[in-house]
Nanobody
């Protein structure tokens, strides 16, 4: 019903920047929260940032001041601008969205497949 497709992952040097995108498509009536999570190699998935439908944002302490989440509601797309990247930011980055597909159904949680970010010299 709803597909989330991430893009923008790459190999980047420490101190570098990268912007991730995630586009939602399908039977979308309303998109509420959109967010990013990441899963470092051999570790559990962790929260990175979220942006509500009205534009309020929350960040994990580990990325606060370095990462910026934004969204384009007309394009059903969420972005993650990542600056001052360090090797600890290496992870598979996954997009998440809470989407209502029908006026008769409750919103559901959807996930993308992930995009790999590697920070290394």
């Amino acid at each position: 019903q709803v597909q989330l497709v991430e893009s923008g992952g790459d190999l980047v040097q420490p101190g570098g920047s990268l912007t991730l995108s995630c586009a939602a498509s399908g039977s979308i009536r309303i998109i509420y929260d959109m967010g990013w999570y990441r899963q470092p190699p051999g570790k559990q998935r962790e929260f990175v940032a979220v942006i509500t439908g009205s534009g309020s944002t929350i960040y994990a302490d580990s990325v606060k001041g370095r990462f910026t989440i934004s969204r384009d509601n007309a394009k059903n797309t969420v972005y993650l601008q990542m600056n001052s990247l360090n090797p600890e930011d290496t992870a598979d980055y996954l997009c998440n969205a809470v989407v209502k597909v029908s006026r008769f159904e409750s919103p559901n949680n959807y996930w993308g497949q992930g995009t790999q970010v590697t920070v290394s010299s």
